[in-house]
C-alpha cells in the first residue's frame, strides 16, 4: 500500500513539473500533491514528509526517484 501512495505521489510530482515546463496549469497537480501528502503513511521516510512541508518539491521528487 505504501508504495502505491509513494508511486502515484511521485506521479503527480513528475506531472506538476511537466506542466511547468509547458506553461500549463499545476493548481490540480498542488492540489493533488497535498492531498497525498497529508495521507503519507507513518512508513514514508521522514525526509519526504519534511521536503512536501517546506514545497521542496524537486528534493521531494529527487527522494522518490531513490526508493
Keep these: ?3 502505491d ?3 502515484e505521489l511521485r506521479q503527480a510530482l513528475e506531472t506538476m513539473f511537466s506542466r511547468i515546463e ?3 496549469d499545476i493548481l490540480e497537480q498542488l ?3 497535498n492531498v497525498l501528502y497529508q495521507e503519507l ?3 514514508a521516510p521522514k525526509m ?3 521536503y512536501l512541508e517546506r514545497k521542496s518539491y524537486t528534493k521531494a521528487l529527487a ?3 531513490t526508493l
Design 1 to 3: 500500500m505504501q508504495m
Design 5 to 7: 501512495s509513494l508511486s
Design 22 to 24: 509547458t506553461g500549463e
Design 31 to 33: 492540489e493533488r500533491i
Design 41 to 43: 503513511p507513518a512508513t
Design 48 to 50: 519526504l514528509s519534511h
Design 63 to 65: 527522494l522518490l526517484e
